[in-house]
């Protein structure tokens, strides 16, 4: 049976991902995801950029874009769907995780 991917991209957060890249004054290898212990629901999603990889974490390589997931993260994100979303009152990244059990009321957290 072939493992799940780690995470996956939609053409929206590949768009904005290659055009965050592309404006930025110093190169980068890709976005690094992890997640960190933060807010009502325990854990929270965590963008930078990566000018380096590690050997131990997960490289993902979709629509013409590098994700790097640390390997804290991992456990965390198998099966996510990242997207990027603009309408009227905010834009940004959104994860689609099966595995968040719970979402605080302001969508700045999760648990698992």
Request: aromatic letters at 6%; proline letters at 4%; hydrophobic letters at 40%.
């Amino acid at each position: 049976m072939a493992q799940p991917k780690v995470m996956s991209i939609t053409d929206a957060a590949a768009a904005r991902v290659r055009e965050m890249m592309t404006n930025r004054s110093e190169p980068a290898l890709g976005l690094r995801i992890s997640v960190k212990s933060k807010g009502c629901s325990g854990l929270a999603y965590s963008l930078e950029y990566a000018e380096t990889i590690l050997p131990q974490e997960e490289v993902v390589e979709e629509k013409g874009i590098t994700l790097v997931v640390e390997p804290s993260a991992i456990m965390f994100l198998v099966g996510t769907e990242m997207d990027y979303v603009e309408d009227a009152m905010k834009s940004g990244f959104v994860f689609r995780n099966p595995n968040e059990t719970g979402r605080c009321g302001c969508g700045e957290s999760f648990s698992v």
